[in-house]
């Protein structure tokens, strides 16, 4: 009889071991996703066997699958009786020559002896260790969390691998932009450094040529006061004007250049006090203009005395120096420790100082934009100034960790409002 076979037959054939294949490939996904917790095979020589799957429940074992980091168990010999596929995928590897496969195979070399010392921990203790796992013979970074499983054939090394690849580069970044950072910073130093430098030896060298300027103009203009034709005296008043606002503007600059090195030497005073000198200061100035000044109590708070007694030297200034024309001039002084700082911790307490006049005052346009050095919103003819006054204020009030805002509205005064902690914990102070 011929052995050969027909084409139905083989055609038959291949159709049932296509279906036999489809029926493994679905009994393994069911058994892999937790879908069956048993199965029955029927045995031609020993009938239906019962074959439970020891490995996990049925949620452990959809939990594992479904996961993102890479799990597998060993046995005693390090060799891979359960892989996920996430961990297949890592190791670039498919997942039926995983399973079998001793784990050693996928850790390189210079990592062996550390994967081996995890190894045997991981038998007594919960172990975390990062070494490389091999992808393609390419190391990736890799975290290894190790504990033991209890099956029913035993103990198992259970094993969950986190690619650290993302992790590692991301610290790579943040690494490279810290040095680029502390480059930046030292240059920005040491330009910062030469430039208060040249501010510093700019502003001194430029005082003399302006004082011999001053002198010698005003030499001129007293000792020829009859005979000097009336232009010459009109330029000679105008050299004299523009000096002294140059002289202004240079010691402005000066003073501003200094605040960026200053130290901080805070101590505990009564901004009532500063206030009154500084009223002192400008008791002629007040009497001229008739100007009425109301002050309410003023707390104690830590500051630089000498800075914050320019802060107010510059805003009440500014109030006297844009007052109005049509009513007697008023300042108001006031400050508010507030409500909202009862029971808060002592280093966040701050207090609201509030600055206000009936002057000329300004557009709200202006209200950020005045702040800004040399900023000037009048013409330097009808009013004197550099234009750096609100810039060093804003800058002492920072330095300060504190804060200065504007209001205003035109022709109906101007208000500006500070903002200052009560005390200056972790900075330098003076007792």
């Known amino acids: 009889m011929s052995n050969v076979k027909t084409y139905d037959e083989l055609l038959r054939e291949n159709q049932e071991l296509q279906a036999r294949l489809e029926e493994a490939t679905e009994t393994i996904t069911a058994i892999r996703t937790g879908q069956i917790d048993a199965l029955v095979v029927n045995d031609s020589e ?32 390090g060799i891979v009786v359960y892989s996920n596929s996430m961990f297949a995928s890592m190791v670039g590897a498919p997942l039926s020559t995983v399973v079998g496969t001793p784990f050693n195979l ?21 172990v975390k260790m990062e070494i490389s796992i091999l992808r393609n013979s390419n190391p990736i970074p890799c975290q290894l969390s190790v504990t033991t499983l209890e099956l029913d054939e035993g103990k198992s090394l259970s094993i969950i691998i986190t690619d650290l690849t993302f992790q590692k580069n991301i610290q790579y970044l943040l690494k490279e932009n810290n040095q680029r950072l502390k480059q930046i910073n030292a240059e920005l130093e040491a330009s910062n450094y030469d430039l208060q430098q040249f501010a510093s030896i700019a502003s001194h060298d430029l005082q003399e040529p302006l004082r011999k300027i001053l002198i010698f103009s005003t030499m001129v203009k007293n000792r020829h006061a009859g005979e000097l034709p009336a232009e010459s005296q009109q330029h000679l008043d105008k050299i004299i004007s523009s000096c002294l606002r140059m002289r202004t503007m ?27 000198e500084v009223l002192e200061d400008y008791e002629i100035l007040l009497s001229e203009k008739n100007v009425q000044v109301v002050v309410s109590d003023m707390p104690e708070i830590e500051v630089n005395r000498s800075q914050i007694k320019q ?30 700082n009862q029971g808060a911790d002592e280093s966040k307490a701050t207090c609201s100082i509030v600055i206000s006049d009936n002057g000329i005052g300004f557009d709200k346009a202006y209200q950020e934009r005045i702040f800004n050095l040399f900023e000037r919103l009048n013409s330097k003819d009808q009013y004197e100034g550099s234009g750096i006054g609100l810039s060093i204020t804003k800058k002492i009030l920072e330095k300060h960790r504190g804060t200065i805002s504007a209001q205003s509205i035109e022709g109906q005064g101007a208000s500006f409002t500070i903002t200052l902690p009560l005390r200056q914990r972790g900075m330098k102070t003076l007792n």
């Not at 009938?47 to 046995?75: P, S």
């Not at 240079?250 to 805070?266: C, E, K, P, Q």
Request: negative net charge; proline residues 3%.
């Open 46 to 77: 020993q009938g239906l066997q019962l074959y439970t799957l020891k490995t996990a429940d049925q949620t452990y074992r959809v939990f594992i699958e479904k996961m993102n980091e890479g799990a597998v168990t060993l046995n005693e010999e």
């Open 106 to 126: 996928f850790v390189p070399d210079d990592c062996m002896a550390l994967y081996q010392e995890t190894f045997l921990k991981g038998w007594t203790e919960d």
């Open 250 to 276: 240079v010691s402005d600059i000066l003073n501003y250049s200094r605040l960026s090195t200053h130290d901080g030497n805070f101590k505990l005073v009564n901004l009532g006090e500063i206030v009154q």
């Open 311 to 340: 802060v107010f030297q510059n805003l009440i200034s500014n109030s006297i120096k844009f007052s109005g024309k049509e009513q007697p001039p008023v300042i108001k002084i006031s400050c508010d420790t507030g409500s909202d």
